[in-house]
C-alpha cells in the first residue's frame, strides 16, 4: 500500500509544519458561521493541503464532497453539486448538517475548454450554502475574481526538521530500522516537500527491513559524472551499452535527465536520426508517466533505457567537434521571474486569441511543439511565420527559440516577420482584418477588462489574460474559421 495514503493525517493536529496556516484553517472553520467566506488553500505540492482539508472535515465530523476544477468541465456539474451542497444544508438545518466542499485545483480551470469555468465556481464559491475550500498550489494562476472571493491561507514547505519526525514515525511503525542520517537525507532531498520524502523512504526500504545513509546515496549514485561529459557520451561518441552504463553515474533524476537530452540532442542530431532519438525520448517519457500514475519506480529502468540507449542507438553517424549543450533552459526558466512570466505569458495569449484555444492549452500544449520547432532558428522559414503569426518581437522569439535577443538572427528574423505581417494585413480580406482588430478593441464585453487587463502593469499577468479569453470567446471563434482564410497560422505546419 502506498505509505502516502496509509499515514495520511486523519486530524489537524497530524499535519506537521505549517502550524500558523493551520490555525487559521481551524479558525476559518470555527467561525464560517459569521463570515460564510470560502477559503484556499496554496502552496507547493506535497505540503498537506488537501490532507488539511479532510482532516479538518474530519475533526469537525462534516462529511466531505469532493470536486475536481479540472475535471468539472461544464458550469452544470458545478451547478449540480452546488445545489447539492446547499440543499444538504437545508436538510438537517444548522451545525450537523454541515458538509466540507472540497475543490481541487482550483487554480488549472481552463478558459476556453471549459467555457466559463472560472465563473462557475466563483458563483459556486460565493453562494454554495457550505463551507469551500479551494486547494491550489499557484494562487496567482487563479482568477483574481475567484481569489477575491476566497480567503486565503498559504502552506509553505514542510521543513526537514518537520519532515524527520515524521519519516521517523513511519520506519517504527513498518518495523523498519534506520539511521538518523538516512532519514536526514531522504528529507534534505526532497526539500519540503513531505509527500515525496514519503515515497523515497518507501522505495528505499521496499523489500528490506533496514535503511542506511549509505543507502540513500548509493540508490541514486556512486561516482557522480558531469552532465556535459555524459551528454558527450549519449549524444556524440557512445554505443547503446556505454550510454546506458554511464547513465548510472550521472547526478540526475529520470525526469530531469531526459530534459536535458531532449534539450540538447538537436544540436548534433538531424533527420532521421533526430526523429528516431524523438520517438526513444518520447517512449521514455511513457514510462516516466507510468511511474507517476503507478508509484511504481521500477519503470524507471525503462525510461532510462529508452532515453540513455535508445538515443545512443538514434545517432546515424559518428559526431566530432565540440557542441556547448546547456541546461534544460526554456522549460526550467518557466515561470522563475516575473519578467519571464509576462513573456511567456504574452506568448500564449497571442495564441490562444489567434487559434482559438484557451490560454492553458497553448501554454502547455502548443508552445513546447512551437519550442522544439524553431529550436535555435534553425528552421528560420517557419520561425519567420510564427513570429509573424503570433505578432512577436525579439524577446518573444529568443524565449521560444532559446536563442540570444541581440543575435542578428532573431532580429533579421523579427524584421523578416514585420514585413510578412504587413504583407498579409494588405492582402487580407476586410473581414479577416474586422475579426482580428475586434479581439483588441471590442472584448470588453464585460466586466472582466475593467482592471487594467491588457496585462501591461499587471502583477497577475496570467490571470487576467485568462479571463481575457472567457471575455472575448465568440471573437475568438471567429478567428478560429478565419484561419482557414489564408492566415498563418501554428495549424499549417503540423
Ligand atoms: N504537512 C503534512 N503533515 C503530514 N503528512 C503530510 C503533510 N504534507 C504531506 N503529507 C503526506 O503527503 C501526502 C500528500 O499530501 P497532500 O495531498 O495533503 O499534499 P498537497 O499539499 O495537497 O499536495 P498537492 O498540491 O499535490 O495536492 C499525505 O497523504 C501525507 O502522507
Given at each position: 500500500?502506498d505509505w502516502t495514503?496509509?499515514?495520511?493525517?486523519?486530524t489537524?493536529a497530524?499535519v506537521?509544519?505549517?502550524?500558523?496556516?493551520r490555525?487559521a484553517?481551524e479558525?476559518?472553520a470555527?467561525?464560517?458561521e459569521?463570515?460564510?467566506?470560502?477559503?484556499?488553500?496554496?502552496?507547493s505540492?506535497?505540503?498537506?493541503?488537501?490532507?488539511?482539508?479532510h482532516?479538518?472535515?474530519n475533526?469537525k465530523?462534516?462529511p466531505?464532497?469532493?470536486?475536481?476544477?479540472s475535471?468539472?468541465r461544464?458550469k452544470?456539474v458545478?451547478e449540480?453539486?452546488?445545489g447539492?451542497a446547499?440543499?444538504?444544508?437545508?436538510l438537517?438545518q444548522?451545525?450537523?448538517g454541515?458538509?466540507?466542499?472540497?475543490?481541487?485545483?482550483?487554480?488549472?480551470i481552463?478558459?476556453n475548454?471549459?467555457?466559463?469555468?472560472?465563473?462557475?465556481?466563483?458563483?459556486?464559491?460565493?453562494?454554495?450554502?457550505q463551507p469551500?475550500?479551494?486547494?491550489?498550489?499557484d494562487f496567482?494562476e487563479?482568477s483574481k475574481?475567484?481569489r477575491n472571493?476566497?480567503r486565503?491561507?498559504?502552506?509553505?514547505?514542510?521543513?526537514?526538521?518537520s519532515?524527520?519526525?515524521?519519516?521517523?514515525?513511519?520506519?517504527?511503525k513498518?518495523?523498519?530500522?534506520?539511521?538518523?542520517?538516512?532519514?536526514?537525507?531522504i528529507?534534505?532531498m526532497?526539500?519540503g516537500?513531505?509527500?515525496?520524502?514519503?515515497?523515497?523512504l518507501?522505495?528505499?526500504?521496499?523489500?528490506r527491513?533496514s535503511?542506511?545513509?549509505?543507502?540513500?546515496?548509493?540508490?541514486e549514485?556512486?561516482?557522480?559524472?558531469?552532465?556535459f561529459?555524459?551528454?558527450?557520451?549519449?549524444?556524440?561518441?557512445?554505443d547503446?551499452?556505454t550510454a546506458?552504463?554511464?547513465?548510472?553515474?550521472?547526478?540526475e533524476?529520470?525526469?530531469?535527465?531526459i530534459?536535458w537530452i531532449?534539450?540538447?540532442?538537436?544540436?548534433?542530431?538531424?533527420?532521421?536520426?533526430l526523429?528516431r532519438?524523438?520517438g526513444?525520448?518520447?517512449r521514455?517519457?511513457q514510462?516516466?508517466?507510468r511511474?507517476?500514475?503507478?508509484?511504481?519506480?521500477s519503470?524507471w529502468?525503462y525510461?532510462g533505457?529508452?532515453m540513455t540507449a535508445?538515443?545512443?542507438?538514434a545517432?546515424?553517424?559518428?559526431?566530432?567537434?565540440?557542441?556547448r549543450?546547456?541546461?534544460p533552459s526554456?522549460?526550467?526558466k518557466?515561470?522563475?521571474?516575473?519578467?519571464?512570466?509576462?513573456?511567456?505569458?504574452y506568448i500564449?495569449r497571442?495564441?490562444?486569441?489567434?487559434?482559438?484555444?484557451?490560454?492553458s492549452?497553448?501554454r502547455?500544449?502548443?508552445?513546447?511543439?512551437?519550442?522544439?520547432?524553431?529550436?535555435h532558428?534553425?528552421n528560420?522559414?517557419?520561425?519567420v511565420?510564427?513570429?509573424?503569426?503570433y505578432d512577436?518581437?525579439a524577446s518573444h522569439?529568443?524565449?521560444?527559440?532559446?536563442?540570444g535577443?541581440?543575435?542578428?538572427k532573431v532580429?533579421?528574423?523579427v524584421?523578416?516577420?514585420q514585413e510578412?505581417?504587413d504583407?498579409?494585413?494588405v492582402a487580407?480580406?476586410?473581414?479577416?482584418?474586422a475579426?482580428?482588430?475586434?479581439?483588441d478593441?471590442?472584448g470588453?464585453?464585460?466586466?472582466?477588462?475593467?482592471d487594467?487587463?491588457?496585462g501591461?502593469?499587471?502583477?497577475?499577468?496570467?490571470?487576467?489574460?485568462?479571463?481575457?479569453v472567457d471575455?472575448t470567446?465568440?471573437?475568438v471563434?471567429?478567428?478560429?474559421?478565419?484561419?482557414?482564410?489564408?492566415?498563418?497560422?501554428?495549424?499549417?505546419f503540423?
Open positions: 500500500m495514503e496509509k499515514y495520511r493525517p486523519s489537524l497530524e506537521r509544519g505549517n502550524d500558523k496556516a490555525d484553517f479558525e476559518w470555527d467561525s464560517w459569521d463570515h460564510r467566506e470560502a477559503v484556499v488553500l496554496h502552496g505540492p506535497g505540503v498537506g493541503k488537501t490532507s488539511a482539508a482532516a479538518l472535515a475533526d465530523g462534516w466531505t464532497i469532493e470536486l475536481n476544477a475535471d468539472a461544464t452544470d458545478i449540480r453539486v452546488a447539492e446547499a440543499r444538504s444544508g437545508t438537517s444548522g451545525g450537523s454541515r458538509r466540507l466542499v472540497v475543490m481541487d485545483e482550483a487554480d488549472n481552463h478558459g475548454a471549459d467555457r466559463g469555468g472560472t465563473r462557475a465556481v466563483t458563483s459556486l464559491v460565493k453562494e454554495a450554502d469551500v475550500v479551494l486547494i491550489a498550489n496567482y487563479m475574481g475567484l472571493a476566497c486565503e491561507i498559504e502552506f509553505r514547505e514542510v521543513s526537514t526538521r519532515i524527520v519526525p515524521v519519516l521517523r514515525d513511519i520506519c517504527r513498518e518495523s523498519i530500522e534506520f539511521e538518523d542520517d538516512a532519514l536526514d537525507r528529507a534534505e526532497n526539500s516537500d513531505l509527500r515525496g520524502a514519503i515515497k523515497d518507501q522505495a528505499l526500504t521496499e523489500g527491513g535503511i542506511e545513509a549509505e543507502d540513500v546515496i548509493t540508490g549514485r556512486d561516482t557522480t559524472q558531469g552532465i561529459e555524459y551528454l558527450d557520451v549519449v549524444i556524440k561518441e557512445g547503446a551499452e546506458l552504463k554511464s547513465s548510472y553515474d550521472v547526478d533524476t529520470p525526469d530531469d535527465l530534459n531532449a534539450d540538447n540532442v538537436p544540436k548534433d542530431f538531424e533527420g532521421a536520426e526523429a532519438a524523438y526513444a525520448l518520447a521514455a517519457d514510462w516516466l508517466g511511474v507517476r500514475a503507478t508509484q511504481n519506480y519503470f529502468k525510461a533505457d529508452n535508445g538515443v545512443a542507438a545517432r546515424g553517424e559518428q559526431k566530432g567537434g565540440w557542441t549543450y546547456g541546461p526554456y522549460w526550467s518557466l515561470g522563475r521571474t516575473k519578467g519571464t512570466r509576462k513573456t511567456r505569458d500564449a497571442e495564441i490562444a486569441t489567434r487559434n482559438g484555444t484557451s490560454i492549452t497553448a502547455r500544449e502548443i508552445m513546447p511543439f512551437l519550442a522544439t520547432m524553431t529550436h532558428c534553425k528560420r522559414e517557419l520561425t511565420a510564427m513570429a509573424a503569426a512577436l518581437d522569439v529568443s524565449f521560444i527559440t532559446g536563442s535577443e541581440d543575435t542578428n532580429q533579421s528574423i524584421k523578416d516577420a510578412l505581417r504583407d498579409e494585413t487580407a480580406s476586410g473581414e479577416a482584418f475579426g482580428r482588430s475586434g479581439v478593441s471590442e470588453t464585453d464585460g466586466d472582466e477588462r475593467t487594467g487587463t491588457d501591461e502593469d499587471s502583477a497577475t499577468p496570467s490571470d487576467s489574460s485568462s479571463e481575457t471575455g470567446e465568440a471573437t471563434e471567429e478567428n478560429q474559421s478565419d484561419e482557414d482564410d489564408g492566415q498563418t497560422g501554428l495549424s499549417d503540423m
